[in-house]
C-alpha cells in the first residue's frame, strides 16, 4: 500500500475519493466485486487469519520468553514464522514488497553481530507485514482494500501539527476537506454517511458558527466515528455530533485497590515490575520506586527501533482475589500527580496475562503540566481491548474475570490506537498516591 504525501494532504486532498483510494493492491481479482462476502469464506482468507493468527502468537510468546534473556529461542520462533509465511506466499497472495521485507528481515538478522539486533530485525519484518495485513482486512462492503481508516489516521497526524502552531482555521479547514470527501464513497455505511453529514452542517450551522473549537471537534468525532467503523466493523457508537458535558457517575463507594501512602491497607499487596519496549528491541528505559509514600514511574521513553512505550505493571498476590474485587466496579479512579513541566498521556492497563502477554484493557489518563495530585476517575466503559496497539473490539468490552495485572503505561499510541498527540521523546514522571475500586 502506498504512503501517502502528508506535506500535500492539507492542500491537494481530492473533492470525492481520499488519498490512496485508488492506490489500494487488489489480491483477490474475482472476488473484489462481490459485495458480502465474509472474512473466513474462502481458502485465501482463511490462509490468511491463519497466517495472522500465527504471527500474532509468536510475537506474543517472543515478548514473553525475551524477559529471560532466552534470545536463541526467540530467534528460532520467529524464523520459523517467517519461513512458513513465505512458503505459503502462494496462497495468501502475499504483495512482493512484504515477501521482500520478510526476506530482508531474515538476511539482516544473520550478518547481525549482536543476537539482539538478530531478533529485533525478524521482529520488526513480522510486525509490518502483520500490521499491513491488518490494514487490507478491514473494510465494511469490501473488507480487504479500504485505505480510509489509514487516510484518517494521517489527517489526524497531520492536524496534531496543526493544532500544534495554536491556530484553529487551518485545522478546521483540513476536517472540512476530510469529512466532505467521505460523503461520496460507498465504501462507508449509511450509518455513518449520516453522522458525516450532521457533522458538516453542525459545522456551518449559526449555533456553533463563531465557536471553532466546537466546529473543529464535531468534525473530528465524525472523522473517528468513520475510522472506527471501517477498523471495527459492527462495533461502534454513534458518537453526540456536538460536544456536551459529560455526566458525572454516581459513586456509591470507593475502595482502595492499590496504596503507596501506608494510610491504608488493602486485602491485596502487589509487586511492581517495569515492562518496556527493549522487548521488541526498542530504547525506552524506566523504573519504579515508592519515596515519601508515593510510587513514582519515571525514565526516559524513546521511538528508536518503532518502540516508543514504557510502563510498570502491579503483580497481585492473588490473582482469583484480584479478579473478585473488579467484578463488581464501574470504575477505578487513579491519585495521580505529573511531576514535569509538559502534558503527559498515561493509561491504565488492566492486563490479562493468560490470553497472550499483550492483551490489554486501557483507558487513558491525561495530566497537565506541574498539575497537584489529582484523581482521574475511568469508567469501565471507557477502556478499549488492545493487544500490539491493535484494538481488538469496542470500547468497554472488559471480561474482568481475565485481567491478571494492573498496569500504568506511557506510550506513543493513544488507547484506541491512535497517534499519541502529546508523546514526546525524553524524560517522563509521574507520581501515584493509590489506585482504587469505584462501586
Known amino acids: 500500500m502506498k504512503s501517502i504525501n502528508m506535506a500535500a494532504l492539507d492542500s491537494n486532498l481530492p473533492e470525492n475519493v481520499l488519498p490512496g483510494e485508488q492506490e489500494s493492491v487488489n489480491f483477490t481479482d474475482e472476488m473484489a466485486d462481490k459485495p458480502g462476502v465474509s472474512f473466513h469464506s474462502n481458502p485465501q482468507d482463511r490462509a490468511v487469519l491463519k497466517m495472522m493468527t500465527a504471527i500474532r502468537s509468536t510475537l506474543s510468546c517472543v515478548s514473553k520468553i525475551s524477559v529471560s534473556g532466552k534470545l536463541t529461542m526467540c530467534e528460532k520462533l520467529l524464523k520459523n514464522t517467517i519461513q512458513n509465511a513465505i512458503r505459503d506466499k502462494k496462497v495468501t497472495r502475499m504483495p512482493q514488497h512484504l515477501i521482500e521485507m520478510l526476506e530482508e528481515g531474515v538476511s539482516k538478522s544473520e550478518s547481525s553481530e549482536e543476537k539482539a539486533d538478530a531478533v529485533w530485525y525478524l521482529r520488526s519484518a513480522l510486525d509490518s507485514v502483520y500490521d499491513e495485513y491488518v490494514d487490507m482486512y478491514c473494510g465494511v462492503k469490501n473488507p480487504r482494500f479500504n485505505p480510509i481508516h489509514k487516510t484518517i489516521s494521517n489527517v489526524i497526524s497531520l492536524a496534531i501539527a496543526i493544532q500544534g502552531k495554536n491556530n484553529l482555521q487551518p485545522l478546521k479547514d483540513l476536517y472540512l476537506k476530510t469529512v466532505s470527501s467521505l460523503q461520496e464513497l460507498d465504501t462507508i455505511s449509511d450509518e455513518a454517511k449520516k453522522v458525516v453529514c450532521q457533522a458538516l452542517e453542525a459545522a456551518k450551522s449559526e449555533s456553533i458558527g463563531s465557536d471553532a473549537p466546537a466546529q473543529v471537534k464535531c468534525l473530528r468525532e465524525a472523522l473517528d466515528f468513520v475510522y472506527n467503523e471501517v477498523r471495527l466493523p459492527e462495533l461502534h457508537d454513534k458518537p453526540s455530533v456536538v460536544a456536551k458535558t459529560a455526566e458525572k457517575p454516581k459513586i456509591e463507594k470507593e475502595e482502595i485497590l492499590i496504596d503507596f501512602t501506608g494510610e491504608r491497607v488493602s486485602s491485596l499487596t502487589f509487586t511492581p515490575k517495569v515492562f518496556n519496549d527493549t522487548v521488541m528491541g526498542g530504547k525506552s528505559e524506566s523504573e519504579f520506586t515508592v519515596h515519601n509514600g508515593e510510587g513514582i514511574f519515571n525514565g526516559t521513553v524513546s521511538a528508536v527501533r518503532d518502540g516508543g512505550f514504557a510502563s510498570v505493571k502491579f503483580h497481585p498476590s492473588d490473582v482469583k482475589e484480584l479478579q473478585k474485587a473488579l467484578s463488581n466496579c464501574i ?12 502534558v503527559q498521556r498515561f493509561k491504565l492497563q488492566l492486563t490479562s496475562l493468560n490470553r497472550m502477554r499483550a492483551f490489554n484493557y486501557q483507558s487513558e489518563i491525561v495530566l497537565p503540566p506541574s498539575c497537584d495530585f489529582t484523581p482521574v476517575f475511568l469508567h469501565i466503559s471507557t477502556f478499549w481491548p488492545t493487544m500490539f496497539g491493535h484494538v481488538l473490539a469496542n470500547q468497554g468490552t472488559v471480561d474482568v474475570s481475565t485481567v491478571d495485572v494492573v498496569g500504568i503505561i506511557v ?20 507520581a501515584i498516591k493509590c489506585i482504587k475500586l469505584v462501586r
Open 411 to 430: 506510550s506513543r499510541l493513544t488507547d484506541n490506537g491512535k497517534p499519541n498527540p502529546d508523546f514526546r521523546e525524553g524524560q517522563f514522571a509521574i
Open 331 to 342: 470504575g477505578l479512579k487513579c491519585v495521580v500527580k505529573n511531576l514535569t513541566d509538559k
